[in-house]
């Protein structure tokens, strides 16, 4: 059995660094890092709804992602619109934070989530999810005033992700690109601060595996998303709003 391409022991969590605040115009903003994947997440506030929901009281929250050309090589071409890939990816992120946002409380505005990847190298639909959650704090303490409550930020739980994978027959977590493209089996979770789970995409890459595989990965990404959900308090501190 080989070793993982940067040494790390099969449960052990890429280097994770945030830097916040990230001068942008928004009102959440940071970028973070896992070893040599990077991500742009802001989060603003938006007065208005989007047109399907003119009449409601309730407030809404969604979120783009984008790959940047040169967060790949060879560069990716420039797109106005948003390929398969991002589309899937951008929705699982809006799922993501709008499992753990109290939208009644917001009232009737949008909150814009935005992930951008600076660099690639595996892992980024998990890694945008746990800094949107971090930019959204953020933002949401800039507008506190805005809600029903502003003494209660309009959030049920934090929101973190994770992947995991089994590579060479071996399980392991936070996989890096060239961890990902060898996987026999690939993984992303989504779990809140509280050990419950958002969302599983799990897909046997020509092959099947079992239910054994299947424990030992959630265990795996179980441990992962404890300690990126610690990495999210100490990085907010004061902002923590659970």
């Known amino acids: 059995m080989s070793m993982r391409p940067d040494q790390r022991d099969i449960?052990?969590?890429?280097?994770?660094?945030?830097?916040?605040?990230?001068p942008t115009a928004a009102?959440?903003?940071?970028?973070?890092?896992?070893?040599?994947?990077?991500?742009?997440?802001?989060?603003?506030?938006?007065?208005?709804?989007?047109?399907?929901?003119?009449?409601?009281?309730?407030?809404?929250?969604?979120a783009e992602y984008r790959m940047l050309p040169a967060s790949t090589s060879p560069r990716s071409p420039r797109s106005d619109r948003p390929d398969g890939r991002s589309t899937e990816i951008q929705r699982?992120?809006?799922?993501?934070?709008?499992?753990?946002?109290?939208?009644?409380?917001?009232?009737?505005r949008t909150i814009c989530v935005d992930c951008d990847v600076l660099k690639a190298d595996g892992?980024?639909?998990?890694?945008?999810?746990?800094?949107?959650?971090?930019?959204?704090?953020e933002a949401l303490h800039a507008s506190r005033e805005l809600f029903a409550n502003p003494e209660k930020l309009p959030l049920r739980d934090s929101i973190a992700?994770?992947?995991?994978?089994?590579?060479?027959?071996?399980?392991?977590?936070?996989?890096?690109?060239?961890?990902?493209?060898?996987?026999?089996?690939?993984?992303?979770?989504?779990?809140?601060?509280?050990?419950?789970?958002?969302?599983?995409?799990g897909t046997?890459?020509?092959?099947?595996?079992?239910?054994?595989?299947?424990h030992d990965m959630l265990r795996l990404a179980k441990l992962g998303i404890a300690q990126l959900t610690e990495l999210q308090k100490e990085n907010l501190g004061e902002l923590w709003p659970l």
């Not at 997440?41 to 409601?56: M, R």
Request: one cysteine or more.
């Open 11 to 22: 449960a052990d969590l890429r280097p994770i660094r945030i830097q916040r605040p990230f």
């Open 27 to 62: 009102s959440g903003s940071l970028i973070i890092s896992a070893g040599e994947t990077i991500v742009l997440c802001t989060a603003s506030v938006v007065e208005q709804l989007p047109g399907w929901k003119q009449n409601d009281t309730s407030g809404w929250l969604t």
């Open 92 to 108: 699982l992120i809006g799922r993501s934070l709008r499992a753990v946002v109290d939208l009644d409380a917001i009232g009737p």
């Open 123 to 137: 892992g980024t639909r998990t890694l945008s999810i746990t800094g949107a959650f971090i930019a959204l704090v």
């Open 161 to 201: 992700a994770m992947s995991v994978g089994i590579v060479e027959g071996q399980p392991r977590l936070d996989l890096c690109y060239a961890e990902d493209v060898a996987a026999e089996v690939d993984m992303n979770i989504v779990m809140t601060g509280k050990g419950c789970f958002v969302e599983l995409q």
């Open 204 to 214: 046997g890459e020509e092959t099947t595996f079992s239910e054994q595989d299947l």
